[in-house]
């Protein structure tokens, strides 16, 4: 990140100032901070929330800490049971319905989750839901028809894109238990970059302070991060370095998804549809570049989903999940 980049995200006036994740506009007070403020001494208690999505230099190598401590596995807890409970509660009319399998059977049958019980996830989560997820909306997405009336979605990719959400929110949590432990900072070559992103942009916690080999991708995480907080529904300010990095990334309509590099832009394509709208980031993105001046973005308030397609996240990874549960291409039922 160039020092021009750094000064637009960083302008502050006095002593750092905690605001609460519930805070109505993300970057308020935060995106005009200076180049020194960024580099002010700081420890987990005394940082907001919202200044996670960057990684901020002071607390990179942060120390080991006792249980229950703030720290990063503090942060991606509460984001690991608030996203299970908002998926709890956006299945429970199909569950009902029988058009959807119990969300508690399907993980627990998954075995994707090491760190807690999803019934922990869903009772402890209520309280971080209504932080996180303020805006209250239990369906984020709408199914659509294709000309010939079939249903365009498919359930099964969109669970197995479910799973694998909270696949990455619950490894990262557990790695980041791990070195607050005093283990050795993880480099695991079964986490890609793309995962890692998946992570950053669930908890908008910058995961490159959990994976120290990830830190010459800490602005590629940022860019996620800001991106989670539209998909959970709050409005974001884009300030100039998000927007030149959109523009990057969302202007290539293929990218190859045979590269983590061309995984990650389509994730940032998948998830920047599903918050605001392609068209209308890029043109907030290129107001923004041309300008120097940060806007706010408001998330979408209904999001049409396509066929959500395993390749987005590999389909190894999808086929694991799928084996997992015993879920066919043809149905949805949890054995």
């Excluded at 002071?58 to 049971?81: E, K, T």
């Excluded at 830190?215 to 370095?241: D, I, K, N, Q």
């Amino acid at each position: 990140m160039s020092s021009n980049d750094q000064t637009n995200i960083y302008r502050w006036s006095g002593q750092r100032s905690v605001r609460p994740a519930s805070a109505r506009l993300w970057g308020d007070g935060l995106v005009d901070r200076s180049l020194s403020t960024a580099y002010y001494p700081c420890t987990w208690d005394d940082v907001s929330e919202d200044e996670l999505a960057f990684l901020l230099p002071s607390l990179r190598d942060w120390p080991a800490a006792a249980d229950g401590d703030v720290g990063p596995a503090f942060f991606l807890r509460r984001a690991l049971v608030a996203r299970i409970h908002d998926l709890a509660q956006r299945t429970a009319a199909l569950a009902r319905e029988d058009k959807w399998p119990d969300v508690f059977t399907a993980i627990k049958h998954s075995g994707l989750l090491t760190t807690l019980s999803s019934t922990i996830g869903w009772e402890d989560g209520e309280a971080e839901w209504s932080e996180l997820y303020r805006s209250g909306r239990l369906v984020r997405h709408r199914a659509r028809s294709s000309p010939n009336g079939m249903i365009y979605e498919s359930p099964r990719d969109y669970l197995l894109f479910e799973l694998y959400v909270l696949f990455c929110l619950d490894r990262t949590l557990r790695d980041a238990t791990a070195r607050t432990r005093g283990a050795t900072p993880p480099t695991p070559a079964d986490f890609t970059l793309s995962d890692a992103l998946t992570a950053s942009i669930y908890s908008s916690f910058n995961a490159a302070y959990v994976y120290p080999h990830l830190a010459c991708s800490h602005e590629l995480m940022t860019v996620g991060a800001w991106l989670g907080y539209l998909v959970r529904g709050r409005t974001a300010l884009m300030p100039p370095f998000i927007a030149e990095r959109l523009l990057d990334h969302l202007s290539d309509p293929c990218p190859d998804e045979t590269t983590e590099s061309g995984l990650c832009t389509a994730l940032l394509r998948f998830h920047g549809e599903m918050a605001a709208r392609l068209s209308r980031l890029l043109k907030k993105a290129k107001q923004v570049y041309k300008t120097g001046l940060p806007l706010a973005v408001r998330p979408s308030r209904s999001w049409e989903l396509g066929p959500v397609r395993p390749q987005v996240w590999g389909v190894a990874r999808s086929h694991s999940i799928a084996d997992r549960i015993g879920l066919s291409c043809d149905t949805l039922e949890v054995n």
